[in-house]
Nanobody
Framework: QVQLVESGGGLVQPGGSLRLSCAGSGFSLEQYAIGWFRQAPGGQREGVSC????????HSTDSAKGRFTISGDTSKNTVYLQMNNLKPEDTAVYYCAVLHGVYPHCGPYTLYRSDFGSWGQGTQVTVSS
């Protein structure tokens, strides 16, 4: 059974950094592309970044480019999201999910696919002074 567990969220001041972790079990990281998503209070869920360790591809949306870095550690079966220069508008619950049923590749349209599943419980990120 594919399971994901997010951790690493918290309260941070504007300009600060956090590293989120997405620990996977029941599968190998090489099998799937993994995506990070977020949902702000009252807002819709939106894609942030994705990675495929199988073919080495990554992609980040405009809101994350230049500030967030996604990486994977196959020895720990974990995907990380390093978030720097955080802004109040980054406040949200952050989730990771597995892209099921397709070749593990991450490109400009991957985060818009409906095939993402096995969602974790999320981790809260609050950026506030």
């Amino acid at each position: 059974q594919v399971q994901l567990v997010e951790s690493g969220g918290g309260l941070v001041q504007p300009g600060g950094s956090l590293r989120l972790s997405c620990a996977g079990s029941g599968f190998s990281l090489e099998q799937y592309a993994i995506g990070w998503f977020r949902q702000a209070p009252g807002g819709q869920r939106e894609g942030v970044s994705c990675i495929s360790v199988s073919d080495g591809t990554t992609h980040s949306t405009d809101s994350a480019k230049g500030r967030f870095t996604i990486s994977g550690d196959t020895s720990k079966n974990t995907v990380y999201l390093q978030m720097n220069n955080l802004k109040p508008e980054d406040t949200a619950v952050y989730y990771c999910a597995v892209l099921h049923g397709v070749y593990p590749h991450c490109g400009p349209y991957t985060l818009y696919r409906s095939d993402f599943g096995s969602w974790g419980q999320g981790t809260q990120v609050t950026v506030s002074s």
